[in-house]
């Protein structure tokens, strides 16, 4: 099991960027596949974007492609999302998850989870 806490939510303007970290603890971080997920007021945990343990790869939902970047730095063992171009319907609590899965974009297959950080968009 590996320790996630995260950091740097909170509230932005609309058009506004943000950056969410989350440092892990642990044996075998660098080997994980980490990713982001989010949930909204109402709404489904929904994923976000993910990187393999290299770095090597990415993979994005659909809504947030060309606004925000995911990103780690192993040495730090931290992983980060990079949020640009925030909308209002970006609002939501932001978790990072670590999973030992090559690829994985199901938040069933994660196995630690972080305790979210909020993340609220408005003017």
């Known amino acids: 099991q590996v320790q996630l806490v995260e950091s740097g939510g909170g509230l932005v303007q609309p058009g506004g960027s943000l950056n969410v970290s989350c440092t892990t603890v642990g044996d075998y971080v660098t080997s994980y596949t980490m990713a982001w997920f989010r949930q909204a007021p109402g709404k489904e945990r929904e994923f976000v974007a993910t990187?393999?343990?290299?770095?090597?790869?990415?993979i994005y939902t659909d809504s947030v492609k060309g606004r925000f970047t995911i990103s780690r730095d192993n040495g730090k063992n931290t992983v980060s999302l990079q949020m640009n171009s925030l909308k209002p319907e970006d609002t939501a609590v932001y978790y990072c998850a670590a999973t030992r899965l090559v690829v994985a974009t199901k938040s069933g297959l994660y196995d630690d989870w972080g305790q979210g950080t909020q993340v609220t968009v408005s003017s």
């Open positions: 990187i393999t343990g290299s770095g090597a790869s990415t």
